[in-house]
Structure formats: structure tokens, C-alpha cells
DNA sequence: AACTGGATTGACCGATCGGTCAGCTTTTAG
DNA sequence: CTAAAAGCTGACCGATCGGTCAATCCAGTT
């Protein structure tokens, strides 16, 4: 009631509820939900259990929280299309967009894989309502892309889920692209090199011709 | 005495380790390896946590042998390639067994996904050593064919990233899947369906032409 | 200085964790 | 048959789990 209106709310809670966040995002995502321990996640935060739990109400609260926060940065992906753009530069775009929230969020992309791994049990709503309208109406236009011939007639949603996955795959089995390509991390050029491989092959594996794909 | 008259060496030991298996594959699968409880494996499997760990040793040793088993199944389908093999044929047989492997062991890819996602503490090694050796060997073979005009000149590793995960997918975000697709399960020929969509769309976006492929 | 309301945290709770073990039952060997 | 071996499990252990709470701290306000 009584806020304060102009100046800072709150300095240091701001600050504790940010290190919370982040040292939650990374515990959550390596372990799940079951297997992330508050006591975990509060020596990644470097504050004692109690500061945490006083913060975070509860453990399942916190989570939520992280997946609300995920799936908002999802959602600020997900812009609409008329069956009148472009289907190159929509498709491309949607790969690249995909491939930057991986990039530039990948704890919570590895949140998101957990959570789905283990039955998505906080998120079936989501899945089955918001999520599964949005491809739906994706579909249609893709169909209809087709049924013009500026693509080949293949199924919108597999083609949905592969861009999904081949995205996501580099924030959920970072372990192992690293391993395999004996690196530390990836880099910059590294991302670039393949968000283009990937608008390479998918645009043109369904019969989709840019005129801003040189080659 | 006169219980059994088959000549089996261990009649309930091998039916009750499988079922050890089975159950501890599916809860380490859904939670992790710290999510994943023996009183979970157990109730499972529908016996006494004691009898859990009167077969298993440990919770260690029990998540190890599940990844032994799984990294078996998945060495099993990795066949050498040469440079005078049909690209498409090799490239295609690739996805087809690799979806088979998805479709076959969920379980087991959804333990590997759980692995990978905690960082692969326990397969490191394998990542690091057997599976980049194959990797590479794999990526020579693809370059020769790209340099004798039979594929375009895509980088091998990001094909393959592109395979296991567009395949990996059905297995591990199977929960979001079926929330999308409103399905409980999917049926045979959804994955025919999948797998050539699959087939379709990376061997014509590498430039590859099969002549089995026909239309 | 006294007051005050949020921020902080050590101590503690019952439940569950992985694991051990003594003792029971069943199977097998002689 | 008996005895040994193997299969099995309830009871229990110290550690850790998520969560509560009372006590303390601290920055403003009066």
C-alpha cells in the first residue's frame, strides 16, 4: 500500500532475488526438480538456506517462478504470420530467433528440457493450450504455403518439432557437442556457423527458394 | 522341488534383476540421477527397497549399468562407413536407425538426455574418446563425398548434431509431443511418417540425391 | 535515544535419503 | 533327511531433505 513511490523499492532484495534466480535456473536444470536441493541452490547463491527459502516461499514456488520466467521469453518469440509473407524469411527468422533464446538463455532451455523430461508435470497446461494453438495455427499457414507451391507438402508440425530440436539441442546436450568437438565453450562464429547450416538445409530440404540465401 | 521342469539357471534372479532394470531406467530417466530415489525404484519394480539393493550393490553402481546397457544398444548401430558407399543410402540408413533406437529404448534415450543434461559426469570419457573417434572418422568420410560433387559442402559434425537430435527429440520432449499433437501415445506410422519426413528433408537440404527416394 | 518494520539466519522439526545388517525363508547339495 | 548356501526383508543408522520459527540485525523516522 504505503510504497515508496520514485526511488529504489528495494536495493539489496533486487540483488538477492536475481542471485536466487540464476543460481536456481542452473541447479534446476542440471538436476530437476526432485533431484535440486534448496541447500544447492543456496551455496550457488552464496547466501545461507533460510535467506533463500525467505525469498523463494518454497521450493515448487521458485520453480514455477523459473518457468514462468522461461516460457514468457518463449512467448516474446512467438509473433504471428499471414499466409502472405515470405515463407524464406519467415522460416528463416524463426530459426534464428529459436537458436538466439538457446544461445542467449540456455540454463533456461535445459529448465524447460527437465521439466518436459520428467513428464512435464507443471507445464501439460501450457503444452496443451497456448503452445499446441500457436503450431496449429503455424500449420495452417504452412499448408497453405504449400497447397501455392512455395514449399514442398510436407507435415507443418514435424517440421515445428525440427526446428525445435535441432536449436535446443545445443543448450540441452552442451556436454556433449563440447566433448565431441573438443572445446571449452562455443563461440560466437560457432553459433553463426550453424544457425546458417541449419537455414541451409532446412529451407532447402522442403523446397523453400530465397532470394536471400545466395549460393 | 518340482517347480520347474525348464532347465533355467536362475528362474526368479534374472526376472527380478530385469525388473530392477526396467523400473530403475524409468525413474533415473524422469528425474536424474539425484532425483531418482531407491524407495521410487522399488515401488516401481514392486519389491522391498532391501531386495533393490540386494541385486543393484548400489545406487551408483545400478545408474552405471544402465548406461552401460544403453551405450551397448547404441554402439550396436554404429556400422563402419567408406568413402565408395551411396551417400544416400549411408546417410538415410543413419536416420532410420537412429530412430529406431529412439522408437525401441525411450527409456534409455531419455536416461542419456537426463545424463548429458547434468553434464555428463559419468560419460565424459566415452564422449570424449570413443564417440569423437567415430564422430571424426564419420566427418572425413562426408567431406570426400562433398568434395566428389555427391553433397553439398556442409560441415559433417552440425549433420550430425542436426540427426541425433531431430531423431533424439521423440524420446526425450515425448511429454511435449503428445501435448501438441493431442495424442497419448504415437502410433507405428506416425514414426514412418517422422522418419521419412526426416529422410526427405535432410537428404535433399545436403544436396544428396537418392534414387530410392522416388517423387 | 527509542521505536519500527523489513532483512537475516542459526537452530530445529519430521520425513526421507542411501545403505547396513541380523535374521528369516527358500533352494540346493550331499 | 540335514546342512549349507542363497534369496529375501524389516529394522535401523547417520545424513540430508524441505520447511518453520524465534531471535537478531539494521536502516530510517521520530
Redesign the pocket.
Known amino acids: 500500500m504505503t510504497t515508496?513511490s520514485t526511488p529504489e523499492?528495494?536495493?539489496?532484495?533486487r540483488?538477492?532475488q536475481s542471485l536466487i534466480l540464476e543460481a536456481a535456473e542452473q541447479v534446476f536444470a542440471r538436476h530437476g526438480y526432485?533431484?535440486?536441493?534448496?541447500?544447492?541452490?543456496a551455496e550457488a547463491a552464496g547466501?545461507?538456506?533460510?535467506?533463500?527459502?525467505?525469498?523463494?516461499?518454497?521450493?515448487?514456488?521458485?520453480y514455477v517462478a523459473l518457468l514462468e520466467r522461461m516460457m514468457n521469453r518463449w512467448n516474446a518469440m512467438l509473433d504471428d504470420i499471414s499466409v502472405d509473407d515470405d515463407p524464406a524469411e519467415v522460416i528463416e527468422a524463426f530459426i534464428r530467433s529459436k537458436m538466439a533464446l538457446t544461445r542467449s538463455h540456455p540454463q533456461g532451455s535445459r529448465l524447460f528440457a527437465a521439466e518436459i523430461l520428467q513428464g512435464a508435470p507443471f507445464l501439460q497446461e501450457y503444452l496443451r493450450g497456448e503452445l499446441r494453438d500457436w503450431v496449429e495455427s503455424r500449420a495452417r499457414v504452412f499448408k497453405q504455403w504449400a497447397a501455392r507451391g512455395l514449399m514442398d507438402a510436407v507435415d507443418p508440425v514435424w517440421l515445428i518439432f525440427l526446428i525445435w530440436s535441432a536449436t535446443q539441442h545445443y543448450a540441452d546436450f552442451e556436454a556433449q557437442v563440447l566433448g565431441i568437438t573438443d572445446r571449452t565453450a562455443l563461440a560466437g562464429e560457432d553459433y553463426q556457423a550453424i544457425t546458417d547450416f541449419l537455414c541451409r538445409v532446412i529451407l532447402k530440404g522442403c523446397g523453400i527458394v530465397s532470394q536471400r540465401l545466395s549460393e
Do not use: H, M
Open positions: 515508496t523499492i528495494t536495493p539489496a532484495r540483488r538477492n526432485r533431484g535440486a536441493s534448496i541447500q544447492a541452490i547466501l545461507p538456506k533460510s535467506n533463500v527459502l525467505y525469498y523463494a516461499g518454497s521450493k515448487r514456488e521458485l
